[in-house]
């Protein structure tokens, strides 16, 4: 009794209009049952992480969560995240999917215009042309939602939200990995990858303006990464690298010596490899200690593992695995956005 005589209509208790109806008070009609308003859903931000070729897998979540009618009004992007993330908010992801599933061992190779005299071992150029020729008028102020690439400046280390300007200039800064991409300089400043300062950038989307914050992490299966190796020495007798088929051509010849020089064989890590690696470590450590200190309402974590730093080929299962994964967690986000409704 005490909880029906606490809930009102108008200015009546539930139970004093029910006796007023039952004796017959036509007064009880004139005053309807009024509904409240009905809740508004939160504005959702999207935080996409960094992770070179595992970044495809950017455009599988973003694609599913649109499918069930989750459109991110925020987006904050680091590296491939911010390319993926602001090429969606340009309304250009279709044509980056088509683009990314039309490359090849050997296109990915066209795209490297190799450099031995700048701050980047690849110039860049070769591949801004391809990735962000239709973005080059549009600026980060006109799209439709908020938007913010994450950079790092060098000299300083001041991370920087680059949520004004031309936005293919912005995603060259956020992606600029050191010692593969030279830096950009962008309003006096030389900036470089993002992933530097702020791997996966909850922080970012939480302060541009996303009341609930869904984070995706490429990199969050990597398990082991942190374990102490307590007792390890040399072999006696080291294993001999395989070696690569013979293939003939100088062409063949030339792609075969930049393989190896650039990605490695398979006993022995290339220059990129190495670079890579050694990024990916310090960027997990990085990742753990600010989704502690600023965790996301939700997360998705595609199991990417498998797929290697430089495996632009592979977009394709990329897309799929960062489908499945969207589509795994869309009843945790769903329940998040309930209960962040105003």
Same mark, same amino acid.
């Given at each position: 009794?005490?909880?029906?005589?606490?809930?009102?209509?108008?200015?009546?208790?539930?139970?004093?209009?029910?006796?007023?109806?039952?004796?017959?008070?036509?007064?009880?009609?004139?005053?309807?049952?009024?509904?409240?308003?009905?809740?508004?859903?939160?504005?959702?931000?999207?935080?996409?992480?960094?992770?070179?070729?595992?970044?495809? !897998?950017?455009?599988?979540?973003?694609?599913?969560?649109?499918?069930?009618?989750?459109? *991110?009004?925020?987006?904050?992007? %680091?590296?491939?995240?911010?390319?993926?993330?602001?090429?969606?908010?340009?309304?250009?992801?279709?044509?980056?999917?088509?683009?990314?599933?039309?490359?090849?061992?050997?296109?990915?190779? #066209?795209?490297?215009?190799?450099?031995?005299?700048?701050?980047?071992?690849?110039?860049?150029?070769?591949?801004?042309?391809?990735?962000? #020729?239709?973005? !080059?008028?549009?600026?980060?102020?006109?799209?439709?939602?908020?938007?913010?690439?994450?950079? %790092?400046?060098?000299?300083?280390?001041?991370?920087?939200?680059?949520?004004?300007?031309?936005?293919?200039?912005?995603?060259? !800064? #956020?992606?600029?990995?050191?010692?593969?991409?030279?830096?950009?300089?962008?309003?006096?400043?030389?900036?470089?990858?993002?992933?530097?300062?702020?791997?996966?950038?909850?922080?970012?989307?939480?302060?541009?303006?996303?009341?609930?914050?869904?984070?995706?992490?490429?990199? !969050?299966?990597?398990?082991?990464?942190?374990? /102490?190796?307590?007792?390890?020495?040399?072999?006696?007798? *080291?294993?001999?690298?395989?070696?690569?088929?013979?293939?003939?051509?100088?062409?063949?010849?030339?792609?075969?010596?930049?393989?190896?020089?650039?990605?490695?064989? *398979?006993?022995?890590?290339?220059?990129?490899?190495?670079? /890579?690696?050694?990024? #990916?470590?310090?960027?997990?450590?990085?990742?753990?200690?600010?989704?502690?200190?600023?965790?996301?309402?939700?997360?998705?974590n595609p199991r990417l593992s498998p797929i290697g730093f430089f495996d632009f080929h592979r977009a394709a299962e990329a897309i799929?695995?960062?489908?499945?994964?969207?589509?795994?967690c869309l009843d945790s986000i769903m329940e998040s956005m309930k209960t962040l409704a105003l």
């Open positions: 009794m005490k909880c029906i005589e606490a809930c009102y209509i108008g200015d009546l208790t539930v139970l004093e209009f029910v006796k007023r109806k039952v004796r017959g008070d036509r007064a009880v009609t004139s005053d309807p049952i009024q509904p409240g308003p009905a809740p508004r859903r939160p504005s959702i931000g999207l935080a996409l992480g960094g992770g070179a070729a595992r970044g495809f !897998a950017h455009i599988g979540v973003v694609k599913t969560l649109v499918k069930h009618g989750i459109k *991110p009004d925020v987006i904050a992007g %680091t590296s491939i995240g911010a390319v993926v993330g602001g090429l969606y908010a340009a309304g250009k992801l279709d044509d980056f999917e088509a683009w990314a599933l039309s490359l090849t061992r050997r296109r990915i190779f #066209s795209y490297m215009d190799f450099s031995f005299a700048g701050s980047g071992l690849i110039g860049g150029t070769r591949l801004a042309q391809n990735l962000l #020729s239709e973005t !080059a008028a549009i600026r980060i102020e006109e799209l439709p939602l908020r938007f913010a690439a994450i950079a %790092t400046e060098i000299g300083t280390g001041h991370e920087i939200w680059l949520t004004r300007g031309r936005l293919a200039d912005a995603l060259c !800064a #956020s992606y600029a990995l050191p010692g593969i991409f030279p830096p950009s300089l962008i309003g006096g400043r030389w900036l470089m990858d993002g992933a530097l300062v702020n791997p996966v950038p909850v922080s970012a989307a939480r302060a541009i303006g996303a009341r609930l914050v869904i984070s995706v992490s490429l990199n !969050a299966d990597t398990f082991g990464r942190g374990t /102490v190796i307590q007792d390890h020495g040399a072999d006696e007798d *080291p294993l001999p690298a395989p070696e690569e088929p013979q293939q003939n051509g100088l062409r063949d010849k030339a792609e075969r010596l930049l393989r190896r020089q650039f990605l490695g064989t *398979p006993g022995k890590p290339g220059f990129s490899t190495v670079m /890579v690696e050694a990024f #990916s470590v310090m960027q997990d450590r990085i990742t753990r200690a600010r989704l502690a200190g600023d965790p996301p309402d939700a997360s998705i799929q695995l960062g489908s499945e994964a969207t589509e795994k």
